[in-house]
């Protein structure tokens, strides 16, 4: 079994900061990219943020110099620290990790729960 668990959500002013957080622990074989994704009420889910297992990232262009993401691999762990937060942030924020399971040679995408990310104006 591979669960994915973040942390970190709630509410902050416009122009603060959060950090999320995201482990995922389990039967895990190798894990190669992890995401943040978030989802705002009416709207697709979007893709926030990504990171390779050898440190490559990619941003949307919505939060780039804004978000920053990084990853333990020893611990299978993510984070996005988010600074100079704007209302439009306000979203469901989801981590994801591609990854192979033990005794499996198949990758999959797993989701953790969603963690409420809400910025005031």
């Not at 668990?5 to 992890?34: P, Y």
């Not at 440190?55 to 988010?82: C, H, P």
């Not at 100079?84 to 033990?102: I, M, R």
Request: with cysteine.
């Amino acid at each position: 079994q591979v669960q994915l668990v973040e942390s970190g959500g709630g509410l902050v002013q416009a122009g603060g900061s959060l950090r999320l957080s995201c482990v995922a622990f389990g039967s895990i074989f190798t894990v190669n990219v992890m995401a943040w994704y978030r989802q705002a009420p009416g709207k697709q889910r979007e893709l926030v943020a990504s990171i390779t297992s050898s440190g490559s990232t990619y941003y949307a262009e919505s939060v780039k110099g804004r978000f920053s993401i990084s990853r333990d691999n020893a611990k299978n762990i993510v984070d996005l620290q988010m600074n100079s937060l704007k209302p439009e942030d306000t979203a469901v924020y989801y981590c994801s990790a591609d990854l192979t399971p033990e005794r499996t040679f198949v990758v999959h995408r797993y989701w953790g729960q969603g963690t409420q990310v809400t910025v005031s104006s």
